[in-house]
């Protein structure tokens, strides 16, 4: 290999924005950016989602993003497969792995969210030759086995198994090795404990971009932000219970896509509360509509009731300077600190989520300890110095 060459890069994942704004796709956009502005070379394959009404709403592609994998998961379910459909789609998947493979010739494939991805691609990249690192933030080397079809399907044929595989593209592994990137110390212990892990992974906690100031401060309005996708491990629904529990001028602003019976929920369930005129549901934004949002809002609820592997939400408001509520579920309790830079509730505690917000609207020096706290904590951590330890880790396994 050339030193002299730039780095040829090929990230692998299911989603990538515009047309998926969750934080693993975030952070991933970010590292390719950072890697693009040192001169390396970037492709992207991700698979065909793409959102409805994109054109529409003017989304447009990031330089070399191929959109052309085909994913297991379909309207937030695993659909049922039959066998020819099941090779149609491996063949699919492992013709494009092959021609970008071939045509790009990357030094390094870089796998990022695999989730109900074909996971016999890790293999295919093996048996290639070219060097892989995994960035892990979710728990996909658990559950992706688990509803791998294609494994599944292979399971029955016994010794068989492996030619057959090697015939259609790849054999195992079909998880992380080598090089294994995690976000937080809790996701460390689960996939050691499932050994869904090789030894040597590490910990390189993500981070976020710092705004240029945080949103001024203000004085209190009730206005209250949840922001992220729709799903029901994040506990909105929580929140809208609260917000009977809380005066009438305090208001709920839902920020994200996902799952739209999700949406439909929480609006019947704050309609039957009689709190229905004081919840709004909006789509998801890019990051540069986040300061206006904060600077409208009061507080961060980020209530969820699932082990998180390391939420970006709460950085994200304290470094626009707001106030958090949120559970300590999951990798973010590694930074909450309750009282210092953020209150502290049990999971499913409505009345712990409105007593929270009436303290924050009863005391004033609360809210600025909070603000300054977690000031503090988002300047700490900065995505620059994760991007940073990405971007070192990929150039060690390109020998760069």
């Known amino acids: 290999m050339s030193t002299g060459a730039p780095l040829r890069v090929l990230a692998i994942s299911s989603l990538y924005p515009p047309h998926h704004l969750g934080g693993y796709e975030l952070v991933h956009r970010g590292v390719d950016e950072r890697l693009r502005a040192s001169g390396a070379d970037v492709r992207v394959l991700a698979t065909d989602h793409v959102e409805p009404g994109a054109a529409e709403r003017g989304l447009r592609d990031d330089p070399d993003v191929h959109r052309e994998l085909r994913w297991y998961w379909r309207d937030h379910a695993f659909p049922r497969l039959r066998p020819r459909q099941v090779l149609a ?42 060097p892989a690192v995994f960035v892990v933030h979710d728990r996909w080397p658990i559950y992706g086995p688990v509803f791998d079809r294609f494994a599944r399907m292979l399971r029955p044929l016994l010794r068989a198994r492996g030619p057959v595989a090697r015939r259609l593209g790849s054999d195992r592994p079909r998880g992380p090795e080598g090089t294994v990137l995690l976000n937080s110390l809790r996701l460390a212990d689960e996939l050691v404990r499932t050994r869904s892990i090789p030894p040597g992974w590490h910990v390189l906690a993500p981070g976020i971009p710092l705004p240029d100031a945080p949103a001024p401060e203000r004085p209190w309005a009730g206005r209250l932000l949840c922001l992220g996708r729709l799903d029901e491990r994040k506990g909105v629904d929580v929140v809208v219970d609260a917000l009977s529990l809380l005066p009438g001028a305090t208001t709920l602003t839902v920020v994200g896509g996902g799952d739209p019976s999700v949406g439909d929920d929480l609006r019947a369930r704050a309609d039957r509360a009689g709190v229905g005129h004081r919840l709004e549901l909006r789509p998801a934004v890019e990051r540069d509509a986040l300061p206006a949002l904060f600077a409208d809002h009061d507080a961060l609820v980020f209530p969820v009731r699932w082990s998180e592997p390391f939420g970006l939400v709460p950085l994200e408001a304290m470094s626009f300077g707001r106030p958090v509520v949120s559970t300590a579920v999951g ?35 609360l809210r600025s300890r909070l603000r300054a706290g977690g000031l503090r904590t988002a300047t700490g951590m900065d995505e620059t110095r994760f991007q940073a330890g990405v971007e070192a880790a990929i150039r060690r396994a390109a020998g760069r």
């Open 89 to 130: 789609l491996e063949r699919h998947n492992h013709r494009v792995l092959r021609r970008h493979l071939t045509g790009h010739r990357p030094d390094v494939v870089v796998f990022w969210a695999m989730g109900g991805m074909s996971l016999s691609l890790v293999g295919a990249v093996r048996r290639a030759g070219v």
């Open 331 to 365: 990798g973010q309790a590694e930074y909450l600190e309750d009282g210092d830079n953020a209150l502290v509730v049990p999971v499913d505690d409505a009345d712990a989520v409105a007593g929270a917000v009436r303290r924050l609207a009863e005391d004033d020096d």
